[in-house]
């Protein structure tokens, strides 16, 4: 069985669509021959709001089927019309991640970052592609921004323990998994990865992990989740310690 700690990539993605149709202004008191062409320009924009939402449910239809080419053509054709549109750019940087291109997911992360900087998740998949493209320090670095100002998100935490690992700092990824369980008892990511890190020196922890992970997974990871009653069906055989 192929150990391995979970990539915090694709499960972390999230697609979604926050725009809102703008809700009408106070003009206060305007001249009646104004009111015609104001209204007019209102629709309008109401009518461009409602198909740049169609457009981009389209876009999440096609990535969520998989059918990245068809959702990446999407994205790109939208941002021609809403270049400064954060949300756009973070989604079209996961399809490039899902594609394996991280250095243009890379480019379109750090783009809604700079139109939007406290946009967090795109900065925690931008952490991850450094990762899968082999910059850990730069991933480790954004990660610890995110930190900075949300010091309980268990997702980054755990991204640093995965980190850790991969520098060959057992001890110190221990303490950030237990750190992000201990914010969040039922986070599934590292109950995972500390089941991997524990099955070799500590049998019975790393049994209670996996089976804490396949508890609150709740069929998200169905792969990973395959791989955790192997790890278990083996280390039923292990002298516990």
Same mark, same amino acid.
């Given at each position: 069985?192929?150990?391995?700690?979970?990539? @915090?990539?694709?499960?972390?993605?999230t697609i979604f669509y926050s725009h809102n149709i703008m809700a009408e202004k106070n003009r206060g008191h305007q001249p009646e021959q104004e009111?015609?062409?104001?209204?007019?320009?209102?629709?309008?924009?109401?009518?461009?709001?409602?198909? =740049?939402?169609?457009?981009? =449910?389209?876009?999440?239809?096609?990535?969520?089927?998989?059918?990245?080419?068809?959702?990446?053509?999407?994205?790109?054709?939208? !941002?021609?019309?809403?270049?400064?549109? @954060?949300?756009? @750019?973070?989604?079209?940087?996961?399809?490039?991640?899902?594609?394996?291109?991280?250095d243009t997911a890379i480019t379109e992360y750090k783009k809604a970052i700079l139109i939007k900087p406290d946009y967090h998740k795109a900065r925690?998949?931008?952490?991850?592609?450094?990762?899968?493209?082999?910059s850990l320090q730069a991933a480790i670095n954004e990660f610890k921004i995110i930190l900075e100002t949300n010091p309980n998100d268990v997702r980054?935490?755990?991204?640093?323990?995965?980190?850790?690992?991969?520098?060959?700092?057992?001890?110190?990824?221990?303490?950030?998994?237990?750190?992000?369980?201990? !914010?969040?008892?039922?986070?599934?990511?590292? @109950?995972?990865?500390?089941?991997?890190?524990?099955?070799?020196?500590?049998?019975?922890?790393?049994?209670?992990?996996?089976? =804490?992970?396949?508890?609150?997974?709740?069929?998200?990871?169905?792969?990973?989740?395959?791989?955790?009653?192997?790890?278990?069906?083996?280390?039923?055989?292990?002298?516990?310690?």
């Amino acid at each position: 069985m192929t150990k391995r700690t979970l990539d @915090h990539a694709q499960e972390d993605q999230t697609i979604f669509y926050s725009h809102n149709i703008m809700a009408e202004k106070n003009r206060g008191h305007q001249p009646e021959q104004e009111l015609p062409g104001l209204q007019e320009k209102k629709a309008d924009s109401i009518q461009e709001e409602l198909e =740049k939402k169609e457009q981009f =449910k389209l876009a999440i239809s096609y990535q969520k089927s998989g059918d990245l080419i068809k959702a990446r053509e999407q994205y790109e054709e939208l !941002i021609k019309h809403y270049p400064t549109d @954060h949300e756009i @750019h973070h989604n079209l940087g996961s399809v490039y991640q899902e594609l394996g291109d991280f250095d243009t997911a890379i480019t379109e992360y750090k783009k809604a970052i700079l139109i939007k900087p406290d946009y967090h998740k795109a900065r925690n998949n931008l952490g991850v592609s450094l990762y899968k493209k082999g910059s850990l320090q730069a991933a480790i670095n954004e990660f610890k921004i995110i930190l900075e100002t949300n010091p309980n998100d268990v997702r980054c935490i755990t991204n640093l323990g995965v980190l850790s690992k991969k520098l060959n700092y057992p001890e110190r990824a221990i303490l950030f998994f237990e750190q992000a369980l201990s !914010i969040d008892p039922a986070y599934p990511k590292a @109950h995972y990865n500390l089941g991997i890190i524990l099955e070799e020196s500590e049998v019975d922890r790393a049994v209670f992990h996996f089976q =804490k992970f396949l508890e609150f997974s709740g069929g998200r990871y169905a792969s990973l989740e395959e791989e955790a009653a192997h790890h278990l069906e083996s280390l039923s055989s292990k002298p516990r310690r």
